[in-house]
């Protein structure tokens, strides 16, 4: 069992390491965009309209915050020195998933564990939009409103992950659980926080 397994431990720590670096980038740059949105409304006396308008491109529509997911669960895969199809595979593309049912199935990424044939799952889910209005609120009440709505998100796609049973496809040797990546650390940081 331990052959087995300090394999997958270093791997994840290895993984772990370059998540905790890359979001910590990435959360310095979002603080910085909102700093600079901040300054062009004040000084350009934008309209709230107009405000919005920006706003909405930055949170965009729901598959657009799905796509947005991936992309950057592609992108630190890439960016650990994973190879698409040799450490990992996007969509379970070739591999003809389906559930039960026969519906055809597509995690966002399941990861090869060294050595043999293991996976672990991995699918991408974002709560954008009420965790940007949480963020962006100052009225207290108002915040607390917006973070009930993004911890409901985040509660949602954790049931809806659980419904799909990727872990139970059979052409998978995965593990009995799947990991839900969150793109945002900082987002992932006030789900534990408040509700653990």
């Not at 993984?15 to 670096?21: A, F, M, Q």
């Not at 650990?80 to 040799?86: A, H, Q, R, T, Y």
């Not at 809806?160 to 872990?167: G, S």
Request: net charge positive.
């Amino acid at each position: 069992l331990d052959n087995a397994i300090n394999p997958l431990n270093k791997e994840i720590e290895k993984l772990k390491t370059n998540i905790d670096n890359k979001f910590g980038n990435e959360s310095k740059e979002r603080a910085l965009l909102q700093n600079e949105l901040k300054k062009l409304v004040e000084s350009h006396n934008i309209s709230n309209k107009e405000f919005s308008r920006w706003t909405n491109a930055l949170t965009l529509e729901s598959k657009k915050q799905g796509n947005y997911g991936e992309l950057i669960l592609e992108q630190l895969l890439v960016d650990c020195g994973l190879i698409e199809n040799k450490n990992y595979i996007l969509q379970g593309k070739g591999m003809g998933l389906k559930n039960d049912e026969g519906k055809t199935q597509q995690p966002d990424v399941i990861l090869k564990i060294p050595p043999g044939d293991k996976h672990i799952i991995i699918d991408s889910k974002v709560s954008l939009t009420s965790f940007i209005n949480y963020n962006m609120e100052k009225d207290e009440n108002i915040k607390k409103f917006h973070l009930k709505n993004f911890l409901k998100s985040v509660k949602n796609h954790i049931l809806e992950l659980d419904a799909k049973k990727y872990q139970s496809l059979y052409k998978l040797n995965s593990l009995e659980y799947v990991i839900m990546f969150m793109p945002r650390y900082n987002a992932y940081e006030l789900a534990t926080k408040n509700d653990p």
